[in-house]
């Protein structure tokens, strides 16, 4: 309600996860240039200590009978602004207006059919997800159903609060979905009986596999449609959706992203911004009514995320280069292959972790999975696969990967988890993992051919300072 009546008198909300730290929120408060801060009664004591001078508005305080008469706002009115991390280690405040929220009503209306729907959201008011349930789905007149923790529903709870309260349809981050369908799995739920009253199920947040997807669809039946959601938080949450029944037809282990929302446009750039040809990976750039207005208190970084669009008809059109990698499908759709920002270089080899992930999701048996690189000591740097499967070993999926990968990019290092750790709105947290148990050891013995000349001996040398690396073979 506080959402909707700050909306209404044309400013903008800005929400805060009181869990953050302090030094945090009292950053985000000065940044957005808050005005006031809205908090409920059990926060209260510590929205004052933030507050430094600002009026504390009680979400328990009587009205006080005087009508509301609506400013007059216009499109470029800010109606939000959401704090992201940021790579220099302060938070980057995305500002949205009420014309790029519009538009997500619309799209999201034509590609869902929300109308009656009671819709579960599970995303927090601090994640942009958020933003996609509630306009939308009040919106067209639909309910939306509130829990007190969300994030915190396991499968038996989801499965008795969505019969409690009539549920039809959830928005949830993957990884979360995830970790419900694999307990419903291993519960040995019968074909067709688990959520029994729900018909649409949105997730998003990371790459979902197409398995995954089937073992849903026989659980439910294959009444329940699945629409995948990608976005990021400068394109107003959602961009391109996928939806399928039960991911017929799908050939890779990943389910695509599909096709843009009506009113946005999606482009594959190569390193020179220019189009690149179907099947080729390069940098996904969105264009279109979802476009945010930029970065707040951060002008140079505007100007290098969000550029000049050079194939839209409309003077002035912009498109914010994502940082993800895509490429389209023969089908038409986009695929998501990660993030540029998830490329490593390990002794030599430029290594994309997305496309390590991708092929130990592909692994009999693995349900989930994250690569990372660690230093397991000084200067000695290993690729780590983490993972989910029980019965799954690491010498088994070292032999699958061998088939689907080049040697540099095989892990060294393979980790099975109960589960992947997750941040607070259900994306994997990769500085949660723990450090690798299994021991460091040699998976396999090699053969040294050294130096037959002293050419030979020199051109092995040059390898050797190049690549950081000593006993290299003259074979390697």
């Known amino acids: 309600a506080g959402l909707l009546a700050i909306v209404a ?89 009420q014309a790029n929220v519009l538009h997500l009503l619309h799209a999201f209306t034509q590609v869902h059919d929300l109308a009656g729907q009671r819709v579960l959201m599970i995303p927090p008011l601090q994640f942009d997800a958020s933003v996609g349930d509630i306009f939308p789905v009040l919106g067209c ?83 329940v449609r699945l629409v995948n959601h990608y976005g990021p938080t400068e394109a107003s949450v959602c961009a391109t959706t996928f939806s399928t029944v039960d991911g017929a037809g799908l050939e890779g282990s990943d389910l695509p992203i599909g096709q843009p929302l009506p009113g946005v446009r999606a482009y594959v750039l190569d390193r020179h911004l220019q189009l690149a040809p179907r099947g080729v990976a390069g940098e996904l750039a969105i264009g279109g009514a979802g476009v945010a207005a930029g970065y707040r208190h951060a002008p140079e970084l505007t100007a290098e995320r969000f550029v000049a669009d050079p194939w839209s008809p409309d003077a002035g059109a912009r498109l914010y280069r994502s940082g993800d990698l895509a490429r389209w499908n023969s089908d038409g759709s986009l695929q998501f292959l990660g993030r540029r920002d998830h490329q490593v270089k390990l002794r030599g080899v430029r290594i994309e972790l997305g496309e390590v992930e991708s092929a130990l999701l592909a692994c009999d048996g693995v349900q989930a999975a994250v690569a990372t690189v660690l230093e397991v000591a000084p200067g000695d740097k290993r690729l780590v696969a983490y993972f989910v499967g029980p019965g799954v070993t690491g010498a088994a999926l070292r032999a699958e990967l061998a088939a689907r990968l080049p040697d540099a990019m095989l892990p060294a290092i393979f980790e099975r988890l109960q589960a992947l750790p997750l941040t607070v709105n259900g994306k994997i947290d990769r500085r949660a993992l723990p450090a690798p148990t299994q021991a460091l050891r040699h998976l396999e013995t090699r053969r040294i051919v050294a130096p037959a000349s002293s050419t030979e001996e020199r051109v092995l040398a040059g390898w050797q300072e190049l690549l950081g690396r000593e006993g290299l073979s003259t074979d390697d």
Not at 34 to 45: K, T
Not at 79 to 89: E, H, M, N, P, V
Not at 186 to 198: D, E
Request: hydrophobic share 45%.
């Open 9 to 97: 008198t044309g400013a903008a909300y800005v929400p805060l996860d009181p869990a953050l730290p302090e030094a945090r929120l009292r950053f985000m408060l000065d940044d957005a240039g808050a005005i006031a801060i809205v908090a409920p009664p059990a926060l209260s004591a510590q929205a004052r200590d933030l507050a430094n001078g600002l009026p504390v508005l009680a979400t328990d305080a009587p009205a006080d009978g005087a009508p509301f008469v609506p400013p007059g706002i216009d499109g470029a009115t800010p109606a939000y602004l959401i704090y992201t991390s940021g790579s220099t280690g302060t938070p980057k405040g995305v500002g949205v207006s």
């Open 141 to 223: 007149g639909a309910t939306l159903v509130l829990h007190g923790a969300p994030n915190q529903l396991g499968a038996v709870e989801l499965q008795a609060y969505c019969a409690r309260h009539a549920v039809t349809a959830i928005d949830a981050p993957a990884a979360l979905w995830r970790r419900w369908t694999d307990a419903f799995d291993s519960a040995g739920n019968a074909t067709g009986s688990v959520l029994p009253g729900l018909r649409l199920m949105m997730f998003g947040g990371e790459a979902v596999p197409v398995e995954q997807v089937r073992r849903f669809a026989r659980l439910t039946g294959k009444r």
